[in-house]
C-alpha cells in the first residue's frame, strides 16, 4: 500500500486505536464491528468495518469500506489487513499493537503503533503519512510569533538607545534607562525560542 506526503492535522482525520478497540471488546477472540465517524457540520456519516482475529499465529484486524470520489462520485472498495503484535504489560496481561501496513517508497513501515490514521486511500501511521498533530502546529505559530515579537522589541531597544544620553542620574537609572532594561528583561525572554526554530 502506498504511502503519501501530504501535510495533515491529526486532530481532523479519521482513526482507529488499540484502546479503543480494547474497550469495546474486540480482543476477545474472533470479534465483528463497525466504525462510524458523523461530521460535525454536515452530518455526513462514513464508517469502516472490522473484523478481528486474534485466535492464530499471526493476529490481525481486516478493516473494508467504501470510498466515494468528491469529484467523479465513482465508488472504490477496500478490503485490507492490519496485523497485530502484543507487548506485556507490567501488572500482567498484554497490549495489542498495529504495525502500520503502507510502504514508503518501495519498503514496508511495519512500525508497532498504538493509532492508525486515514489520510488519502489507506490507513497507516501518522509518519508514513507525514502527518502533524494540531498541538504541534500551535507551537510553531506561537514560536514565530514570538520571533517577531523580539524583532518588534530590539526596534524599540536601538530607538530608545539613541535617545537616551544620560542613562543614569544621582546613581539611578533614569526613566528612560529603566523603559531600557525592561525592554532587555522581555527580549531575554524570546532568546530560547530562537533554538526552536532552527531546529524545525
Known amino acids: ?3 503519501h506526503s ?13 484502546q479503543w478497540l480494547k474497550k469495546y471488546q474486540f480482543f476477545n477472540g474472533s470479534q465483528l464491528g463497525k466504525i462510524q465517524w458523523t461530521q460535525e457540520f454536515s452530518s455526513h456519516s462514513s464508517s469502516v468495518g472490522i473484523v478481528c482475529n486474534i485466535m492464530n ?15 467523479t462520485g465513482e465508488k472504490k472498495d477496500f478490503d485490507y489487513k492490519v496485523m497485530l503484535t502484543t507487548t506485556v504489560c507490567n501488572f500482567g496481561g498484554k497490549r495489542y499493537w498495529f504495525i502500520c501496513p503502507l510502504v514508503k517508497n518501495g519498503v514496508p513501515c511495519r512500525r508497532r503503533i498504538g493509532v492508525l490514521y486515514k489520510s488519502g486511500d489507506y490507513f497507516g501511521c501518522r509518519k508514513c503519512q507525514n502527518l502533524i498533530y494540531t498541538s504541534q502546529k500551535i507551537n510553531k505559530a506561537y514560536q514565530y510569533y514570538a520571533l517577531f515579537r523580539m524583532l518588534g522589541v530590539n526596534k524599540k531597544i536601538d530607538t530608545l538607545q539613541e535617545q537616551i544620553k544620560i542613562p543614569y542620574y544621582n ?4 526613566k528612560k534607562q529603566r523603559k531600557l532594561l525592561k525592554l532587555y528583561r522581555q527580549v531575554n525572554q524570546y532568546y530560547p525560542l530562537l533554538d526552536e526554530i532552527g531546529r524545525l
Open 6 to 18: 501530504y501535510r495533515e492535522e491529526t486532530d481532523y482525520l479519521k482513526k482507529i486505536a488499540t
Open 1 to 3: 500500500m502506498p504511502a
Open 171 to 174: 546613581g539611578k537609572p533614569t
Open 57 to 71: 499465529d499471526q493476529p490481525y484486524i481486516r478493516l473494508y469500506y467504501t470510498q466515494t470520489n468528491n469529484y
